[in-house]
């Protein structure tokens, strides 16, 4: 009998490897190249809405002050 049959291996050991910075870079890269349009977007749709609310509450105000004005000069 053979004594070197008992440690047989099935398959090759896996080498790892490493992932360049190169190939990094690029990942990082198309994550900001994504990212960056989505949101200048979010930013520009938030900040209109935004700009909608003020206005909307500078009218509501100003109606107010309207009527407490026309108010006081019906007599």
């Not at 749709?45 to 000069?73: A, C, F, H, N, P």
């Amino acid at each position: 009998m053979r004594g070197d049959s008992r440690y047989f291996q099935a398959a090759p050991p896996v080498q790892d490897t490493p992932v360049s910075s190169y190939h990094a870079t690029n990942a990082l890269m198309g994550c900001l190249a994504i990212s960056f349009p989505i949101m200048l977007t979010l930013g520009i749709v938030g900040y209109r809405k935004y700009r909608t609310v003020t206005l909307l509450r500078q009218i509501e105000k100003l109606e107010k002050l309207w009527k407490m004005d026309s108010q006081k000069q019906v007599p």
